[in-house]
């Protein structure tokens, strides 16, 4: 869902195994089956690819379709090709899903960084999310915490999730433990 999200599409999902909620599309396996594959050999994955794209244009699209008494690669040119987005300039960030307990020190551990959640989540077992950018950690489904992401070994403290008392030792502040 989040990939279609940022993609700019939306999914229209089908129950497994049942072919027949998708028709338009299962049956152009068997064309593609008995039309190109059957009797060829490929010398490798480049030439299956070189091979189908000139099918596709000089033999598949070009042919009558049966149903619509078009050829495809026309309709597709003249009613479809339009509403194309552009190919994305960056590629999909791929987020970590990862299931930390929060310990003691109100901190749970997400990619070898640690990161603070307010107390009342003391032992409790979050859902954290990371991507190139930020952390978030969610409750029982519920967003509880946003952290930038910190590389291995970093830390991420936000002082509200801490006890007063704790505060200033969680925090390693040396001046305001020396001033003690």
Known sequence: ?????????????????????????ERQVPYVRQRFFVGEEFVDLADAQRRAEVWCAQGAGMRIH?????????AFATGEQHLLLPAPEFPYDVPVFTTP???RDHH??????IYSVPGDLI????????DRSVVKL?????????????A?????????????ERT?????DIDHLISM
């Open 123 to 130: 032992g409790l077992t979050l859902t954290a999310r990371a």
């Open 101 to 103: 307990k929060v310990h």
């Open 152 to 164: 291995p070994g970093g830390r991420s403290t936000d002082p509200a999730d801490l006890p007063a």
């Open 1 to 25: 869902m989040e990939y279609a999200q940022d993609r700019g599409f939306s999914i229209d999902a089908a129950r497994v195994r049942h072919p027949k909620d998708k028709p338009r599309v």
């Open 66 to 74: 049966g149903t619509t008494r078009c050829r495809p690669a026309e």
């Open 108 to 113: 749970v551990e997400v990619a070898r960084a």
């Open 168 to 172: 200033t030792y969680a925090l390693r």
């Open 138 to 150: 969610y409750a029982k489904g519920q967003l509880v915490k946003v952290h930038p992401r910190q």
